[in-house]
């Protein structure tokens, strides 16, 4: 019984990270609150490059495999790296909380789905099953893209995953394609992408960067690179 009692202490102690786990009791009931609240009025995110992206159904593909990128990335980060995976976590938790915010003070939709399908086939169902589960308001910043960029960013900071180059060039790839798919599936807009990237240019060095130089002691500069430099070094490790 007193070895049980141990091992149970130790398990605890190695994954008390999964208390990140918590927030998802806060979130998912706010996100459906604010799902099927109706405001009295919604602002419509809308741009003209939005209105030359063609429909496409095949991006549902990518789309929906956002589910099993964001599973897996998880349960990879939980397991191999716990200091990443919490730092990965406040990451999704802050940008999760202030998209909230935003659509519940600023509620944004889009009008960019086709009231008719351009072909019938396995994918346009789908697409179709989308449009019947998942609304077109609350929109702004996209939750899809924003986590999609933060997960892989959780994934490259862990030292055991950024050595598998196969693997991170997979994972960047399908990133990208998630991103894509959000747009021509005409769940998002333009904007809605750029807000999430925004959201994340602003977030990452506050939990990436600022801790690091504060504790080294050193002057906190927040961003003193071009606004492509982390990009062009990911890409640059990546490839190279």
Known sequence: MKLFSERSVQFCKKYNH????????????MYFWLEHREFATY??????????????????????????YMAVGFIIMFFTDKKEFIKMGFVLGFGMTTA??????????????????????????????????DTSTNVFPSIHVFNAIAVFIGLYHNDKMRKHKAFMIGTFTLMILIILSTMFCKQHSVLDILGSVCLIAFIYPCVYIVPTLVKNKKPVIVWTRRPGGVLSSIIRNLLG
């Open 18 to 29: 999964a208390l990140m786990f918590l927030y998802a009791g806060f979130y998912i009931p």
């Open 100 to 133: 909230i915010i935003i659509n519940y003070f600023y509620p944004t939709m889009v009008i960019l789905r086709p009231t008719v399908m351009p072909r019938d086939n396995f994918f346009t169902d789908l697409v179709i099953g989308l449009y019947k589960t």
């Open 43 to 68: 602002h419509v995110i809308d741009t003209k490059l939005d209105h030359l992206i063609p429909f496409s159904e095949y991006f549902i593909i990518p789309y929906l495999l956002w589910f099993g």
